[in-house]
């Protein structure tokens, strides 16, 4: 039993190789998650230059709608404009840098600041300014005019860059986005979007959905339909990363059941297959599954053409540097990640964005389905933005899943405990080779 470390390439404009690993080995002292002058270093090196996920294009669909993104100290106003085109522009009036839009997303037909009545054409273009004469010198529009911000789309996501000069979304993922393309994430319907406001830096939650380590002792009910102790983890350049769970198995640590486990009991009914036919056989369960949404695919009315047979059946946790998971299934979609807080370096934010395949996509009339969870129409509305605290989830008042809530629940000690004078700096093992590749891509991004 034995993680599988691969390490893949970018290639870049001059066509030489860009390796997956840096040449430094970061040390992981308590400092970098409590310092707020490290905070600080991190908002100039990092967050204002790399590619963030800001939202999705679905809650975009006619001019003038918006929605505002925060990271750190900045407020985005991502908006499709009346030609179509999506924008994104900092949140702040030209004239004294009052906040434009307070409301996280909405529709308008022009930005007023309610300060003082400035406007702006939804292209960022300064419309009106009361009283305008009596500005000496004379205001000029273009200078005037809404600060932009670098956006990008891709599979339904739109991303985007606080440095103007950054290098396109296509060179920062490379070979990923090709990828990842065969799944048609855009296909997908948001059913849930949340976000947990947690006390521990944004790089202690990172580090904690970087590695399987501490998957047998918080989360022993994945023993049941997963074998976290044999993935596979995929390093790239930049700090991004991957790991690969095979998915309708047991943990190979112990005894393999006679009995199919409860846990894959609701999969296998809803996809038509006899839980009590693998009963002595539950290595056949990973097979047959794959087979079963093979034969679905066109009842269904599901592309999975472009996945491999490893795709049905198992779960993709992609690492997107700095701040971004996605744990794909072939029906389903987590988006999720933490933010920073904008000067406490104990706080951060975590947002999870759910998205499924529509369920006439993935049920038939006769109650066949591609997974259990399946719930969501094109017709349904978007969920609301729910807003709560870690207090919430430990409390039982809301839940992102009991593999995260469990997560949650032990990430304030965490971040408590590196603030011990008993602890100076970690220690990692093999299993944890994601948790060490990122930092040391972030320690070469603070260096630059």
């Not at 997107?320 to 933010?339: C, H, V």
């Amino acid at each position: 039993m034995a993680q599988t470390i691969i390490e893949q390439t970018f290639v870049d404009e001059t066509g030489t190789s860009i390796p997956a690993r840096t040449v430094q080995r970061a040390e992981l002292s308590k400092t970098r998650y409590t310092c707020a002058q490290f905070l600080e270093q991190e908002w100039d090196s990092v967050w204002s230059k790399s590619w963030l996920f800001a939202g999705l294009r679905s809650d975009l669909k006619e001019p003038g709608d918006y929605f505002i993104y925060e990271v750190g100290r900045e407020s985005i106003v991502v908006l499709r404009d009346h030609n179509e085109q999506l924008r994104a522009f900092y949140n702040v009036c030209q004239h004294r840098g009052n906040r434009l839009l307070s409301n996280e997303s909405g529709s308008l037909q022009q930005f007023t600041c309610p300060y003082h009545g400035w406007s702006y054409e939804l292209n960022g273009h300064l419309q009106q300014v009361p009283d305008a004469e009596r500005f000496c010198p004379a205001i000029d529009p273009e200078n005037r005019s809404l600060k932009p911000v670098l956006l990008a789309q891709w599979a339904g996501m739109i991303w985007l860059n606080l440095d103007p000069n950054a290098p396109a979304l296509s060179k920062y993922l490379g070979p990923i986005m090709a990828q990842l393309d065969p799944y048609h994430f855009e296909n997908m319907v948001l059913t849930e979007h949340q976000t947990v406001s947690i006390n521990a830096n944004w790089k202690t939650v990172r580090d904690n959905f970087l590695e399987q380590y501490h998957v047998d002792f918080i989360h022993p009910q994945h023993a049941s339909f997963v074998d976290c102790c044999n993935s596979t983890n995929v390093l790239w350049p930049l700090g991004h990363s991957a790991s690969k769970v095979e998915g309708f198995v047991t943990n190979s640590r112990y005894p393999t059941p006679e009995a199919t486990p409860p846990h894959l009991v609701p999969a296998l009914q809803g996809l038509g297959l006899d839980p009590t036919a693998f009963d002595g056989r539950i290595s056949e369960v990973r097979g047959a599954v794959q087979q079963r949404k093979r034969e679905l695919c066109e009842e269904l009315d599901v592309d999975f053409s472009g996945l491999t047979d490893d795709q049905l059946s198992d779960v993709w946790q992609f690492d997107l540097f700095p701040n971004t998971f996605m744990t794909i299934q072939a029906e389903e979609l987590w988006i999720f990640g933490p933010r920073p807080h904008a000067n406490d370096p104990n706080r951060c934010y975590f947002d999870k964005f759910t998205l499924q395949l529509p369920v006439e996509a993935g049920c038939n009339k006769q109650g066949v389905s591609l997974a259990p969870t399946l719930s969501v129409s094109r017709d349904d509305e978007r969920p609301e933005h729910d807003v709560f605290t870690s207090a919430d989830v430990v409390n039982g008042r809301k839940t992102l899943t009991i593999t995260i809530d469990q997560d949650i629940e032990y990430l304030p000690d965490m971040q408590a405990g590196l603030h011990s004078r008993g602890f100076d700096c970690a220690v990692l093992n093999e299993d944890e080779v994601r948790v060490q590749h990122f930092h040391d891509w972030l320690d070469h991004w603070m260096n630059q």
